[in-house]
Structures are given as C-alpha cells and as structure tokens.
C-alpha cells in the first residue's frame, strides 16, 4: 500500500488544530510530523501519546539540529524545519501544508492517486480552492472559491475587484501545495515545493481542486485570529509595494481604524447569494462535507 505523511509547523488555536489533525488521521495519513512554533503549546500534551503523532516542541535543541537559530525570520525556520522532517520521514511521499489547510480528495484517498503514479513522476502540485463564508444564510456544506480570471472577478466582487483581481479573486495564496516522493536529493523544502539541489523547484504533475484533488484553504477564516496576526503579517510584508490589500490594511491600522478593518475584512471572506450563484454557474465554487471523526476516536483506533 502505497502511504503518505504530512510535515507542518504549527502556532494555532485548539479548534483549528484539532480539525487539522482530525480530517488528514481520517483521509490516511499514516504519520504527522508536527513542529509546534511555541514549544509551550498548551495543545502538547492534549496530543501526547496518540501514535500516528510524531511531536517536535520548537526549542533551541531543535532548531540547532534543523541547521537554524531560534530568531531566524519564522520563513526560514519553516522551509528548515520542513526538510528536516522530509529528510527523516519513512512514508513514501510526504505533503507539507500549514494548519489552515486540508488535503480534499473528492472520490477514494490521497493514497490512491499516488499508487498510480509512474515512478518518474516525483511530486504533485494540487490546486488550491479558498474557504469563504456566507453572509446572507448558513450553507448546508463548506463552500470555496476556486482562482478566477479577472472579467469573472469583475463582475464578482465589483468596485472592491481592484483588491481582488490581482489574485485571482483569492486572498490567500493561489498555488497550491506539493505531495512529494521521499528520498529525493533537495535543497530545501519551499513552502509549495520541494527544491532540488540544482535549485530547481520539483514539480512533475499538476492537478487543481476542481479535477477532484487539491488544497481546501482556511484562510483567515476567523476575524479574531486574523486580526491578531495582522500586526506581524503586514510589517513582514511592509516592503511589497504592489499589494493593494496589504496597503489598505496598513491603512487602517495606522489611522487605528478597527470598524473599517472590519469591514474590510468581510468583503474578502464573505460572499453574498449574488455572488455565490455566480461563482457556481461558472464553475468556480467548490462545496465539501468537511465533517471528520472526533480526534479522541481516531486516536484509539
């Protein structure tokens, strides 16, 4: 049988990661390599002894061994903490993914799609498709929007297009994530790719969410968490000129204008019954049963 684990490092909240580690225990992972960024999680020793869980506290013994120090910009932490855990990983492929993030698999597992694979076919770029929330009624099921061309984001999002448009009618990112052979000679481990050490980046295949394999994207999907790394990512990205998102944000932070972000906020996450229509006659929308077994039944198992 053809097996797959995933390589993550971690800061979020209880329900997050618990979604996060639930839903890949249940689509066949048969190990979680998880970095937790704050080695004084709380969420530790809630995981402490579930075997498909291999458990590393980001301490200084840690990052020593990964090759970096503690106070490296947390990009370079992540890509050598990922290589880390690929270099050591015994599956036959590994996908790395934030906790945000969800491997989908519309028919069978991951683990199907990999066993057909020739073996020259070293990794897979999956598409990527973005959680968005309804603000007219409850959907009976998740729904995520797919990358969208510009006419199609136009019409979607209107006069907010100029901030949308840019990214293809995403916030979050619009590549996707890598499932990756082990044992392949890298450089480092990208966040989307692995990295040769020719310093090519691997990508042999592509499949997007809507052929049925890809990644359902959470992001910023709670105004509280989002709000509080606000701060970081906008001075962490305070150089890209060129994003007119992160120029509005830095706005409103600067003039302290916590109703406007609000706002502002709800027009990138959430879709009214215009515009979910649209995005569906257009086949642009995504909807998934996200529901997965309770962790404390798939830890027994």
């Known amino acids: 049988m053809t097996t797959w684990s995933v390589v993550a490092i971690l800061r979020e909240p209880w329900p997050v990661l618990e979604r996060f580690i639930a839903w890949h225990l249940a689509a066949g992972a048969e190990r979680m390599h998880l970095v937790f960024d704050d080695p004084d999680d709380p969420a530790i020793p809630r995981l402490a002894g579930i075997p498909a869980l291999d458990i590393h506290p980001a301490t200084e013994a840690f990052w020593q061994a990964c090759g970096i120090g503690k106070a490296e910009h947390f990009t370079r932490r992540q890509n050598n903490a990922m290589r880390y855990l690929y270099q050591r990983a015994t599956s036959d492929w590994v996908v790395n993914l934030d906790g945000d993030e969800l491997v989908y698999c519309r028919e069978g597992r991951l683990s199907d ?3 057909r694979q020739p073996a020259d076919v070293r990794s897979i770029l999956m598409g990527v498709a973005e959680h968005v929330r309804r603000d007219d009624a409850a959907a009976a099921c998740d729904q995520f929007r797919l990358p969208m061309w510009p006419g199609l984001s136009r019409r979607i999002y209107r006069e907010f297009s100029c901030y949308m448009e840019p990214n293809r009618g995403l916030i979050g ?3 996707g994530k890598s499932v ?4 392949l000679p890298s450089k480092r ?3 989307h790719w692995l990295v040769g050490e020719d310093g090519k980046r691997i990508v042999d295949q592509k499949i997007t969410a809507e052929d ?5 994207h ?3 999907d709670d105004y509280d968490v989002w709000r509080r790394k606000l701060d970081y990512r906008v001075g962490a990205q305070a150089r890209n000129r060129r994003n007119e998102i992160l120029k509005a944000l830095q706005g ?3 003039a302290g204008d916590e109703e406007g972000l609000r706002d502002f906020y709800m027009r990138m996450h959430y879709l009214n019954a215009r515009q979910v229509n649209l995005l569906a006659s257009r086949g642009r929308l995504l909807e998934v049963d996200t529901a997965y ?3 404390s039944e798939l830890a027994l198992a």
Not at 180 to 183: A, K, L, N, Y
Not at 212 to 216: E, M, Y
């Open 173 to 175: 990112h619009t590549v």
């Open 189 to 191: 481990f990208h966040p």
């Open 212 to 216: 049925g394999v890809g990644i359902l």
């Open 113 to 115: 799609l990999l066993a």
């Open 180 to 183: 990756v052979r082990t044992g």
């Open 218 to 220: 959470y992001y910023g």
């Open 293 to 295: 077994p309770p962790l």
């Open 252 to 254: 409103f932070l600067e």
